[in-house]
C-alpha cells in the first residue's frame, strides 16, 4: 500500500514563502516520476510541477515558472515543492503525486497512480 503525505501548507501573505513536503511510505524510488498539484475551490484540479527520477528533469505549469521550483530526495523518499512569490491566486489544496510513467506526462491531470490526501495553502492579500 503507497501511502504519500503532504505537509508544510498554511496561511501565508502575498509575497511569502511556503515549502510543501511529500513523503512516501515506502520508497519513491520505485516511481520514475513525482509531481505536485493544486484545485482552488470551484476550479477543476491542474498540474504544478514534475519531477523525473534522477531529479535531473523537471516541468512546471506556466503560471509558477520562475517562483516554484521541485525536487526530490530519493534517501529520504521525500518530494519538495519551494513555492516563492506567492500570490493570492495560489490559494488551493495543494496534492502530490506519483507515477511508474514518465515525468513530462504529468501535465496530465489523470496521469498519476498516486495521490496524497493534500495540503491546504492560503495566500493573503
Known amino acids: 500500500q503507497v501511502q504519500l503525505v503532504e505537509s508544510g501548507g498554511g496561511l501565508v501573505q502575498a509575497g511569502g514563502s511556503l515549502r510543501l513536503s511529500c513523503a512516501g511510505s515506502?520508497?519513491?524510488?520505485?516511481?520514475?516520476?513525482m509531481g505536485w498539484y493544486r484545485q482552488a475551490p470551484g476550479k477543476q484540479r491542474e498540474f504544478v510541477a514534475a519531477?523525473?527520477?534522477?531529479?535531473?528533469?523537471?516541468y512546471y505549469a506556466d503560471s509558477v515558472k520562475g517562483r516554484v521550483t521541485i525536487s526530490r530526495d530519493n534517501a529520504k523518499n521525500t518530494v519538495y515543492l519551494q513555492m516563492n512569490s506567492l500570490k493570492p491566486e495560489d490559494t488551493a489544496v495543494y496534492y502530490c503525486?506519483?507515477?511508474?510513467?514518465?515525468?513530462?506526462?504529468?501535465?496530465?491531470?489523470?496521469?498519476?497512480?498516486?495521490w496524497g490526501q493534500g495540503t491546504q495553502v492560503t495566500v493573503s492579500s
Open positions: 515506502g520508497s519513491i524510488l520505485r516511481f520514475n516520476a
Open positions: 519531477i523525473g527520477w534522477s531529479g535531473s528533469s523537471t
Open positions: 503525486a506519483a507515477t511508474f510513467r514518465p515525468a513530462q506526462g504529468m501535465s496530465g491531470t489523470h496521469y498519476a497512480d498516486y
